[in-house]
């Protein structure tokens, strides 16, 4: 396969790859981003060398020549890009009474290249997002760019002898670099049955874009492509002579600059990638799809932090406050296990062994009527009381003995049951030793209920909490009494936790 076939399926491999290349490939900022484009060029090119009458005016015989392009490109930052940049075109050229010092003959010369090839790797800067922010012409880009490649070119040109005293005034020669001679330099490429000179370039360009959609951007472009020889138009300037071809193939140069050409152009621009949208008047939205690094700023699509003033805080404290929560959750007037807010009798006598519902019940008529049915009953009833001890101490007195007796004998016919006992204290000593003398009474309770007979002593759950749940204000000497205690809880053994939120518990 000829190398001009292999270069043509690469391109046309890579182009049909590119859109779902694109589609996974984006820009790793905090927020996805598309960064490729395709853009299409179409429009006039001038050659600047030795054979040119004018610089932007057309000469004797020559014609208006124009070319495309076609460029990939990727964003790399909002300012920074590459392209790999394709072009096609012809180039054409004429000088009246160009002289050869060689044979100091003048002649009239028209050269023509039907059709050149060149590709390109450039680099982009955006100018104006670099000179003036992200927030002054959103829809404008202005593009600086820079690159090499190679060009493959093919001349042909045609020479009038001017000179009255030559014996050849009038003859036409003909020069074509359709030869070996001509890719000596660099070298050499076979197309259609010609033979295409190499040689390097050096593109340089300005390129300005609007944008039109989220798909779309239309601009212009003008690029100056400096080419590494003097020999495009097939002349080196004064060296040269068209009769004798002296000159002409070799490595002479003179002062003959080397050549060059021009393209200005209208470009079109498809940016690639999925759920594609644009900025509407400067405000960025993430959740609405992906925005363009060619236009967009990556930081535009980071949200403002919120840091609130002190009059913020405490309004939003206020709205989220949560709403009070009734006392009675707290109190227990009567200190019978049941806060107020459940209580249904609020002044039961001290001592008293109460229901659920904080109803005074009779511990003996309870044990009876489970004995007189001679079997556990099914639920569990939940009771609950209070033993108190004096201060400083951790024995039970003797009326809490009866009651503790009552309950091994209850706890004993009602396997489903377990019993909860949450000692306190009242509030002199410090913390820690309230605490300690809190669970002191609370292994006194349990002991004491281990050898009245119970028989499966797991069943007790034991919790102490010192002087951190008080009943009673510690003020008063009725109130310090009330609060050294050992709460009793009868409950249902499908009960998890306690009632209380916190405490030391074991």
């Known amino acids: 396969m000829k190398k001009k076939n292999l270069y043509v399926a690469f391109i046309c491999l890579f182009l049909l790859s590119l859109d779902t290349f694109a589609q996974n490939r984006?820009?790793?900022?905090?927020?996805?981003?598309?960064?490729?484009?395709?853009?299409?060029?179409?429009?006039?090119?001038?050659?600047?060398?030795?054979i040119k009458e004018y610089d932007f005016k057309l000469g004797q015989n020559e014609k208006l020549t124009g070319g495309w392009g076609l460029s990939v490109n990727k964003q790399l930052s909002p300012i920074f890009g590459i392209q790999l940049t394709g072009f096609n075109g012809q180039l054409q050229g004429s000088k009246q009474g160009h002289y050869s010092s060689l044979?100091?003959?003048?002649?009239?010369?028209?050269?023509?290249?039907?059709?050149?090839?060149q590709v390109t790797l450039d680099?982009?800067?955006?100018?104006?997002?670099?000179?003036?922010?992200?927030?002054?012409?959103?829809?404008?880009?202005?593009?600086?760019?820079?690159?090499?490649?190679?060009?493959?070119?093919?001349?042909?040109?045609?020479?009038?002898?001017?000179?009255?005293?030559?014996?050849?005034?009038?003859?036409?020669?003909?020069?074509?670099?359709?030869?070996?001679?001509?890719?000596?330099?660099?070298?050499?490429?076979?197309?259609?049955?010609?033979?295409?000179?190499?040689?390097?370039?050096?593109?340089?360009?300005?390129?300005?874009?609007?944008?039109?959609?989220?798909?779309?951007?239309?601009?212009?472009?003008?690029?100056?492509?400096?080419?590494?020889t003097e020999k495009m138009d097939a002349t080196v300037g004064g060296l040269s002579d068209y009769q004798s071809q002296q000159g002409i193939w070799t490595f002479a140069k003179g002062e003959s600059k080397n050549d060059g050409w021009g393209m200005a152009s209208i470009a079109l621009t498809y940016k690639l990638g999925k759920n594609a949208v644009r900025a509407k008047k400067g405000v960025y939205d993430a959740g609405s799809g992906r925005y363009h690094l060619r236009w967009a700023n990556p930081q535009s699509l980071i949200p403002v932090p919120y840091n609130p003033t002190m009059d913020d805080a405490d309004s939003i404290a206020k709205a989220n406050m949560p709403k009070p929560v009734d006392p009675r959750l707290y109190t227990?007037?009567?200190?019978?296990?049941?806060?107020?807010?459940?209580?249904?009798?609020?002044?039961?006598?001290?001592?008293?062994?109460?229901?659920?519902?904080?109803?005074?019940?009779?511990?003996?008529?309870?044990?009876?009527?489970?004995?007189?049915?001679?079997?556990?009953?099914?639920?569990?009833?939940?009771?609950?009381?209070?033993?108190?001890?004096d201060t400083d101490k951790a024995i039970i007195?003797?009326?809490?003995?009866?009651?503790?007796?009552?309950?091994?004998?209850?706890?004993?016919?009602?396997?489903?049951?377990?019993?909860?006992?949450?000692?306190?204290?009242?509030?002199?000593?410090?913390?820690?030793?309230?605490?300690?003398?809190?669970?002191?009474?609370?292994?006194?309770?349990?002991?004491?209920?281990?050898?009245?007979g119970l028989t499966d002593p797991s069943r007790i759950i034991a919790e102490y909490y010192g002087e951190y749940r008080p009943i009673a204000e510690n003020t008063t000497v009725e109130g310090l009494q009330s609060n050294r205690r050992v709460e009793i809880k009868i409950l249902p053994n499908n009960t998890i936790r306690s009632t209380y939120p916190a405490g030391f518990r074991r």
Do not use: Q
């Not at 670099?177 to 070298?187: C, E, R």
């Not at 209580?343 to 511990?363: F, I, R, W, Y």
């Open 123 to 228: 680099g982009t800067m955006n100018l104006n997002r670099l000179l003036f922010g992200y927030k002054k012409l959103r829809r404008w880009k202005v593009d600086a760019h820079l690159g090499g490649g190679i060009i493959y070119y093919h001349t042909d040109l045609t020479a009038t002898n001017t000179n009255p005293e030559s014996p050849f005034f009038g003859t036409e020669w003909k020069v074509s670099t359709n030869t070996d001679g001509s890719s000596k330099t660099s070298g050499e490429w076979e197309r259609n049955g010609s033979t295409y000179t190499r040689e390097w370039v050096v593109p340089a360009g300005l390129a300005v874009h609007y944008e039109l959609t989220p798909r779309f951007d239309l601009g212009l472009d003008f690029t100056y492509n400096y080419v590494n």
């Open 397 to 452: 007195r003797n009326p809490s003995k009866e009651t503790l007796s009552k309950v091994v004998e209850l706890l004993n016919m009602r396997t489903n049951c377990r019993i909860v006992l949450v000692g306190h204290t009242d509030a002199r000593a410090s913390d820690s030793y309230n605490v300690a003398l809190s669970r002191r009474r609370v292994d006194a309770a349990k002991r004491f209920l281990v050898r009245a």
């Open 103 to 117: 044979s100091g003959n003048t002649y009239d010369v028209f050269f023509n290249s039907p059709s050149f090839v």
């Open 332 to 389: 227990d007037s009567d200190g019978d296990g049941v806060a107020d807010l459940f209580d249904k009798e609020a002044n039961t006598p001290a001592g008293s062994v109460v229901s659920g519902g904080g109803v005074a019940m009779d511990l003996d008529k309870i044990i009876r009527d489970a004995i007189k049915n001679n079997l556990p009953k099914d639920e569990c009833e939940a009771l609950f009381s209070n033993i108190e001890f």
């Open 26 to 50: 984006t820009y790793e900022g905090p927020n996805k981003m598309n960064t490729w484009s395709i853009t299409g060029y179409g429009g006039i090119t001038k050659f600047f060398g030795d």
